[in-house]
């Protein structure tokens, strides 16, 4: 059973960098052929697909999103991560990290398991 958790701060103030963590049990972000996607939910509004790290390492970023956005990982803590700078009260949302087993962007039904979503709020 694959369990997803999203932590980092709940409040994060325009201009700075918004940095989340997504820890996995249950099995390795470096296994064959998984991708690990970022995906947020602004309120009134439909999910939005960030970026992903596949297995290998590579990194794909929405294009509206790219210039802002960075997706690493940390193998040995079973970790990714997700930095989006510059924010702005646009990018209040609930955040997901979740994993599907193949680049399906867009498509949610693609993605097996979910962690439970963390609210991020962009204020001064």
């Known amino acids: 059973q694959v369990q997803l958790q999203e932590s980092g701060p709940g409040l994060v103030k325009p201009s700075q960098t918004l940095s989340l963590t997504c820890t996995v049990s249950?099995?390795?972000?470096?296994?064959?052929?998984?991708?690990w996607s970022w995906i947020r939910q602004p309120p009134g509004k439909g999910r939005e697909w960030i970026g992903y790290?596949?297995?290998?390492?590579?990194?794909y970023y929405s294009p509206s999103l790219k210039s802002r956005t960075s997706i690493s990982r940390d193998t040995s803590k079973n970790q990714f991560t997700l930095q989006l700078s510059s924010v702005t009260p646009e990018d209040t949302a609930v955040y997901y990290c979740?994993?599907?087993?193949?680049?399906?962007?867009?498509?949610?039904?693609?993605?097996?398991?979910w962690g439970q979503g963390t609210q991020v709020t962009v204020s001064s």
């Open positions: 979740a994993r599907a087993k193949g680049p399906y962007y867009t498509d949610y039904d693609q993605y097996d398991y």
């Open positions: 249950g099995g390795s972000i470096t296994t064959k052929y998984f991708y």
């Open positions: 790290i596949a297995y290998s390492g590579i990194t």
